[in-house]
């Protein structure tokens, strides 16, 4: 990579007001063309998609290009989340980020190598001093792959702002060819007052969309009084793929007058988990389908409601007709729209849907502690959106702590009373959360005397599990007293069933070697260009341990000409 002069005033333009998004600072990361498999904005498990998806024809190795000069700033590598990524400062004050990358560059993957065999870690977080690692526009900074948590070959693009908050790649005139429609999968209308009815009924009331011949959509005619909601399920394709991908903008109006804006061009991480209270959780967790409410529900403090009146919520009043609209936008302003009339009408009697009531009503501005026997339950202030009963239920060792259809924004901590176990025991035990499945999945847990603990974000029946196996290890490309001179890497296979892995380490010949690990596929990987070997008989040990403490130790000697 050259260095380059831009970077002399670098501390002048840093505070550039960005007030005026910059159309063509920015070029296409790769030089295919931009096919979206994920766009900005979209809504993902716990927290909005923070950059754009661009998919890589199924395949690794693709070069990866600095998108606009720069200095790096930041190289993280982690079995999960963004795998291998780079992170490029630019003079005018945005960041951009490169995530899921199967390699560095030459020149970075030597840097990034040298301290994690200094550190003898595969995941690190390197923070380069300014002009150590430079990067003109252009430059190939690495190759794509499908590292961390990656579910196929793709790269993970952003541009962040000054305060590192993302913001639409799209938004900075990055093209994805795109002239279809945003797709509407449902509509419906929530009542949101002890009085509010819709259609003889306080439950949400889902619409018959009836298609228009000018693609849009129209419902059946709603009676309805009081304040009501919209809730809307809808996805976004563009003209080079089938993806589900995100929306770009949402607005409502009622008898032509605007009343709420949805826009996805910039968030701050800080607030991303609100995601939770902008979706219908409950629903989603029980039909796999999310309906973005347009209505701002307290404790809802995201910045991408735009112009709300009124909250976005609609007073209907006795014997008064209305149009209610929903317009959803993409970037490309291809426009979806939904008409619901409605017709202001009172009634006595209405159904209301029944409600769980306990003896545990948790409070969402307060801190709320509960004992069960063996149990302690503590759900600190704030991590409920409003408040809630809750229902639990003990037996024996398992505590089931209401359903995983309620959202908890932070942390509460569950505690177990471990006494009536040995000491040996005690070391073998974790606590699991029962999946789906029936299956233990580990949650990670805290060991201090007789008292268990973990600190979760999602409700759900959890109980105390003894796991006493050892990880498995597989060789895959070699075998004992073999030569292997011809192979490139060594490649070893290792997994736990149970609490899952936790660490591993490996060396040849007494050295330590740098062995990726992906965990989608549990394969540890030593690329032998690393040049650790000297000698023709190579001694390998690798020890994994679990989640508890289970630890393997597998030792054999290979072959091969240094």
Do not use: C
Not at 199 to 216: A, F, M
Not at 506 to 527: C, H, P, Q, R, S
Request: without cysteine.
């Amino acid at each position: 990579m050259r260095i380059i002069t831009i970077f002399l005033v670098f501390s002048f333009t840093f505070g550039y007001s960005q007030k005026s998004i910059p159309k063509d600072y920015f070029i296409h990361p790769l030089d295919i063309p931009l096919v979206a498999s994920g766009t900005f904005g979209e809504l993902r498990s716990n927290h909005f998609h923070s950059g754009l998806d661009i998919k890589t024809k199924g395949q690794e190795g693709l070069n990866v290009y600095a998108s606009a000069s720069g200095i790096v700033s930041r190289i993280k590598i982690s079995h999960f989340g963004y795998g291998k990524a780079i992170y490029i400062k630019h003079p005018n004050g945005y960041s951009s980020v490169y995530a899921h990358l199967q390699k560095f560059s030459p020149e970075i993957e030597a840097y990034v190598k040298k301290r994690q065999y200094a550190k003898e870690s595969y995941e690190i977080e390197l923070f380069p001093k300014t002009g150590t690692l430079t990067v003109n526009q252009g430059d190939i900074i690495g190759y794509s792959g499908n590292s961390g948590g990656s579910g196929g070959p793709h790269l993970h693009f952003e541009i962040r702002d000054t305060r590192a908050r993302p913001m639409n790649p799209m938004a900075f005139g990055m093209q994805v060819a795109d002239t279809r429609k945003p797709t509407i999968n449902s509509a419906w209308i929530y009542t949101l007052d002890k009085d509010t009815h819709v259609n003889g009924s306080q439950s949400k009331t889902k619409l018959r969309l009836i298609p228009q011949e000018d693609g849009n959509f129209k419902t059946e005619k709603i009676e309805a009084y009081g304040k009501i909601g919209v809730g809307i399920s809808t996805i976004d394709r563009q003209n080079l793929a089938e993806n589900k991908n995100g929306i770009y903008k949402i607005l409502t109006e009622i008898n032509s007058n605007r009343n709420l804006e949805v826009e996805m061009n910039r968030f701050s991480f800080s607030e991303t988990r609100y995601i939770n209270r902008l979706i219908d959780y409950s629903y989603y967790k029980t039909n796999k389908s999310r309906i973005t409410k347009l209505f701002v529900e307290k404790n809802n403090p995201l910045s991408i409601f735009k112009n709300t009146i009124d909250n976005g919520i609609f007073t209907i009043e006795d014997s008064l007709s209305y149009s209610i609209k929903v317009f959803v936008k993409d970037i490309k302003d291809n426009t979806t729209t939904i008409t619901i009339p409605v017709q202001g009408k009172y009634v006595e009697e209405f159904s209301k849907p029944k409600t769980l009531t306990t003896q545990n009503l948790a409070k969402y501005n307060e801190n709320n502690i509960y004992n069960y026997g063996i149990f302690d339950i503590l759900i600190p202030k704030g991590s409920l959106y409003e408040d809630t009963f809750l229902n639990i239920e003990v037996t024996g060792d398992t505590i089931k702590l209401h359903k995983d259809e309620v959202p908890l924004h932070k942390n509460l901590t569950l505690s177990f009373d471990v006494s009536n176990y040995s000491e040996e025991d005690k070391r073998k035990l974790y606590i699991g959360r029962i999946n789906y499945k029936k299956e233990p999945y580990y949650s990670r847990t805290y060991k201090k005397g007789n008292r268990f603990s973990t600190r979760t974000r999602t409700f759900g029946t959890y109980s105390l599990f003894s796991d006493t196996n050892k990880p498995a290890v597989i060789p895959v490309n070699f075998s004992d007293k073999k030569w292997i001179s011809k192979a490139t890497h060594l490649k070893v296979k290792i997994n736990d069933s149970e609490s899952g892995i936790d660490s591993y380490r490996a060396t040849i010949n007494g050295k330590f070697i740098l062995m990726e690990y992906d965990y989608k596929t549990g394969m540890l990987v030593y690329d032998f260009e690393d040049k650790i070997i000297t000698d023709s008989e190579n001694k390998f040990k690798l020890i994994v341990l679990d989640k508890v403490g289970n630890n393997t130790t597998f030792e054999t000697t290979f072959f091969r000409k240094p």
